[in-house]
Structures are given as C-alpha cells and as structure tokens.
C-alpha cells in the first residue's frame, strides 16, 4: 500500500483558498513556521487577501484548540493530519544556491528537511509561485501548483456559442415563421447546453438561435439596441440577448481587448435602470507594476481612479449616442447623481446591498475562484450579475488561464438553466485595434 504523501503549503495557496488544507485527501499537510510569520502581515487590511488569511487563522484556531502540536493534528475523517513545523538549518547546497534568508528559501529548507527525513513518503511543495518552484525543482524537491480549483483542460472551456453550417432550409425558415423550434424538430447533436446560443447556417440562408431551458426549445433571436448601443456581429446579439434576458441572473462575458463586453454590460443595464434599484460597475485593482496604490498621490478616491478609468470611458461612449439635451442623456446623469449607478472599486462596494441590483465585475479574470464565489453568494433577490474579462490577460502574478476565477466560473456553472456565457472573438473597437491585438 502506497503510503500517504507530505505536502508542504506555501503562504500564497493559502491566500488564495483559505480552506486549502482540507483538499489534500488524505494526505498529510505541513505548515511551515514561516507562512505563518507571513500570514500575521496579512492579517490586517480589507482586500480578499487579508479576508483569506483572517479565515484561515480562525479555521487554525479552530483545529488546533488548546492542544499541542506533537506531531500533527487529525483534519477529520478520511484526512491526513495537519503538522506545524518549525524552521531548519540552510543545507550546504542551499546556502551555496541562494545567498539571502528570505522566507521562500526557509520553505525551501523545511521542505528539503521532510524530503530527507521521510524517504519513504513523497513529499512536494505546493505553491502558486512560479519562480519558487523552479527553485524547488533545482534542488531536486518536487513542487506544484495548487490545483483544486483549476479547469482541467482550458482548450476545451465552454464557448457558450455553437456553429453549424449545412442545416436544414426547411427548419430555418420554420424557425422565423413561427419564432422557434422544438428539441425533436431541431434535430441538433450533441444535445444543448441551456442558454446555449446557435448560429444555424444552410447554403442559402441563415439564423441566430437560442436554447431556452424553461422553455426546452430553439428561440430565434434579433438584433436588440441596448440604450444606444448596436450589435455589431452574432457574438454581441447573443451577449445583449442574455444581459437583457430576465430569466438569465448570471453572465460570463469572456474575450480580448475591444470585443465590446464591458460596454455591452453598461449598456444593457442602463437600459433596464426602471428593473433594478442599483446599477454597481466594478473592478479589482491590481497594482501597477507590484507597487501598492498607496504610492500614488491624493486621497482614497483619487487613487484608484486611474483604475477606474476604463470604465468611465465606457459611460462615455454611451452618452455620445446621445445629444447633451436629450431624455437618455439626462437619464445617465441623473442615476450618477442618484447614486443608482455606481462605479467603483471592487473592495470599495464590499459590504454594499445586493439585492434588486445589476452588478457587472469587469476584469473578472483577476479574481481567485473562491472571490467569484463570495461576490456571487451575496447575491440577494432580484440581482443579476455579469463578469466579463480576458482570460489571456491575466495580471495577478498567482493566477493563470486555469486558476483564474472566470474560466471557473464559466467552467463549473455550465449547463446551469439561469447561467449564459458568451466568448466574444471578433473585435469591434477599431480595425487598428484588431490588427494589434492579432498580431502584437
């Protein structure tokens, strides 16, 4: 019988997942004396790293009680234990491999430690740092990353759209006399995932079709202006359809730069302003270039505004459909001054009131699966939420195309009757932006 593995945690998976420790089955799982050292900088601030490593030191406090160590703790029922382990001496080969004491290399000597002294047992260091697991790997400890919440095979991620060329005239121009098609009549294989969208083509004709699952059967769909803003190709109809659908709560918008998923969103919310109470557009801040935003100047408000920008460049884009002194312009202004449009900050609404809202999480793809899943689990009634990003265009230096909380979102709500998602390909913010985003 195989025995149990040892995996070493850095302080990075914990930030990530602070319930990481119990997804190890049942192996065992050390905690370096040093994450904890790194965990106790963490513990203060209101960014999602700081809620994860307030979590998790609760969940530790919870665990291990009164109790000494000696030797671990149980993590509960088909687990392995949770053992604590304190620091150990640089190896001559780590001190002639890394010169500084900084607490990457105190894992690596821990680690190096548990390799030699149960070499009986595979031991290997999970961490999200790419560079600290060519380190490990050089000095021949195995190291991963931490996979729990990865999409297993990104080429094959949900696309949200299906094509199908050489379909039936007969049944196409059924479908725009009558408005939709039955599951039998349609004829479609492999069977549709709900809130699927279709481009449905014959030689001589073709339409833009939709998979109702309340309704479980092919809807045609025209093009629809959201408060100004045209679609411009099949991928942005099926996106207005779905933001405007009010069966649908959640929505994935995924695509490169310039394919229209913030704008549409705002759009499409304005649109429905007399639906919700709230409209809240927002983003996570990612520092520029590693540095905190509290190097820039000015106060809170004026800080984050050059992270905010973007989307007021959106706002703008929508308003310039509009003369200064029409009804729809004034609307806009308006829900600003109401406080019914809000943009801000993703850690700035935490707290906020979600229901009867329209929330869209724009640069979702910076967002850790467990943050997706505590936005969306605030969701109260009558709230519809959108995360629209580029899954290409990661800027967390712990996420990939993988871990991002996007694709797994887009991953694991597939299927789900009021969930669509959309992968928006063609880009539409100018033909020079298309070019460089091609081939750039």
Same mark, same amino acid.
Request: include cysteine; hydrophobic fraction near 40%.
């Given at each position: 019988?195989?025995k149990a593995?040892v ?17 190890f089955n ?13 965990l ?12 994860q ?25 088909d687990?392995?234990k949770?053992?604590i ?20 290399h ?13 070499? !009986?047992?595979?031991v290997?260091?999970?961490t999200k ?8 790997k050089?000095?021949h400890?195995e190291?991963?990353?931490y996979?729990?919440?990865k999409?297993?095979?990104?080429n094959?991620?949900?696309q ?15 479908l725009y006399?009558?408005?939709?098609l ?20 014959s030689?001589?004709?073709?339409v ?12 045609r769909?025209d093009?629809?202006?959201?408060y100004?803003?045209?679609p411009r ?24 730069a ?18 919700? !109470? ?12 590693n ?8 106060d809170?408000e !004026? ?8 989307l007021?460049d ?11 002194n ?7 202004e308006?829900?600003k001054?109401? !406080? ?12 906020r009131?979600?229901?009867n809202c ?5 640069e ?7 943050e ?5 689990t605030?969701?109260g009634?009558g ?14 230096p ?11 979102l ?5 299927g789900?009757?009021?969930f ?11 033909y020079?932006?298309?070019?460089a985003?091609?081939?750039?």
């Amino acid at each position: 019988m195989q025995k149990a593995k040892v995996f070493v945690i850095d302080t990075n998976v914990i930030l990530h997942d602070h319930e990481c420790i119990y997804h190890f089955n049942d192996n065992d799982v050390v905690l370096p004396i040093t994450v904890l050292e790194e965990l106790d900088r963490f513990k203060r601030g209101n960014d999602q790293i700081n809620f994860q490593a307030r979590q998790f030191v609760r969940i530790l406090d919870e665990i291990v009680g009164n109790d000494l160590f000696n030797g671990g703790i149980s993590l509960g029922t088909d687990k392995g234990k949770l053992i604590i382990e304190t620091g150990k001496p640089f190896s001559d080969k780590l001190k002639e491999s890394f010169r500084e004491d900084i607490p990457d290399h105190r894992i690596l000597a821990i680690t190096e430690f548990l390799r030699d002294k149960y070499k !009986e047992r595979k031991v290997v260091l999970v961490t999200k740092d790419v560079n600290l697991r060519m380190k490990a790997k050089s000095l021949h400890i195995e190291s991963e990353d931490y996979r729990n919440d990865k999409v297993q095979d990104i080429n094959v991620l949900h696309q949200g759209i299906r094509e199908i060329k050489g379909y039936s005239d007969t049944l196409i121009a059924k479908l725009y006399e009558d408005n939709f098609l039955s599951l039998e009549e349609a004829g479609i294989s492999p069977a549709p995932f709900a809130n699927e969208f279709f481009i449905l083509k014959s030689a001589k004709s073709s339409v833009l079709a939709h998979y109702s699952p309340f309704r479980q059967r092919y809807e045609r769909i025209d093009k629809k202006v959201a408060y100004g803003i045209k679609p411009r190709n099949a991928e942005q109809t099926f996106s207005i359809n779905a933001l405007l659908d009010p069966e649908i709560k959640l929505v994935s918008l995924t695509g490169k730069a310039g394919t229209g998923k913030t704008l549409l969103a705002l759009a499409a919310a304005i649109a429905q302003h007399s639906t919700y !109470e709230q409209i809240m557009l927002a983003r996570p801040i990612v520092a520029l270039s590693n540095r905190d935003i509290g190097f820039l100047p000015g106060d809170a408000e !004026e800080k984050v505004l050059p992270y905010m920008q973007p989307l007021f460049d959106n706002l703008a884009v929508i308003k310039r459909c509009f003369a200064h002194n029409s009804a729809e312009y004034k609307q806009i202004e308006d829900l600003k001054k109401d !406080e019914r449009l809000v943009i801000s900050p993703l850690a700035f609404i935490r707290g906020r009131s979600l229901s009867n809202c329209f929330f869209i999480i724009d640069e979702a793809q910076n967002l850790t699966p467990h943050e997706v899943k505590t936005i969306i689990t605030r969701a109260g009634e009558g709230t519809k939420m959108i995360f629209a990003g580029d899954i290409q265009q990661i800027d967390s230096p712990y996420l990939d195309m993988q871990s991002n909380g996007l694709a797994y979102l887009t991953d694991r709500m597939k299927g789900q009757d009021i969930f669509a998602h959309i992968n928006l390909v063609k880009g539409e913010r100018s033909y020079l932006a298309e070019l460089a985003s091609n081939l750039l």
